[in-house]
């Protein structure tokens, strides 16, 4: 871990609108520009291949990247099975947090994990609170809670006011994934 960075922030992107992973991994290749080590740990993507994904192998030496979930939640057929690898992804973040090798971890679509009580929304303010000092935290998802927004130095809301799905558009590689 680099010596820029006296203080890291919690940075939450959430709302309904499109491109809270977006501007989470626009952070990352701005972090990766300046020679910090990121490590980007998804969620609930699951296991097609999305562009970020091929792109961030060149990368390879400043960004880990790592897709821990199953797909969407509300798609899959064992919840148990989806609750299992929720909580192991959890820990998982944990333990690289706990590690301090990185400058910057993104923790894509964590959200989730709170809203279909995976996680207690408890859990995620704690490892914000516990985080080493210069570790800069950026959390994505839908419907953050009020616990983490208060936990966090920097809330983006994306809302949406246009989305080409309602016209019956489906999602674009590059656009979407």
């Avoid at 020679?35 to 961030?56: N, P, S």
């Avoid at 148990?80 to 090798?101: C, H, Y």
């Avoid at 704690?126 to 966090?152: C, Q």
């Avoid at 809330?155 to 019956?168: D, S, Y």
Wanted: proline share 1%; charged share 25%.
């Amino acid at each position: 871990m680099t010596e820029k960075n006296k203080k890291g922030l919690t940075l939450i992107n959430t709302g309904n609108g499109k491109g809270k992973t977006t501007a989470a991994l626009g952070l990352a290749l701005r972090a990766a520009g300046h020679d910090m080590r990121v490590c980007i740990i998804q969620f609930i993507k699951g296991g097609w291949q999305t562009g970020e994904a091929i792109a961030l192998k060149q990368f390879q030496k400043q960004i880990d990247f790592h897709v821990m979930g199953s797909g969407f939640t509300w798609q899959a057929a064992n919840l148990d099975e989806v609750i299992r690898q929720g909580r192991d992804a959890f820990d998982f973040a944990r333990k690289k947090i706990a590690d301090n090798m990185y400058d910057m971890i993104i923790l894509d679509e964590l959200t989730y994990l709170v809203k279909y009580e995976i996680i207690t929304e408890n859990a995620v303010v704690e490892m914000i609170n516990n985080r080493p000092s210069g570790l800069h935290l950026v959390i994505t998802g839908r419907d953050a809670g009020e616990k983490m927004i208060a936990a966090a130095d920097l809330v983006t809301e994306m809302r949406e006011i246009k989305h080409p799905f309602a016209q019956g558009i489906k999602a674009c590689a590059g656009i979407e994934f």
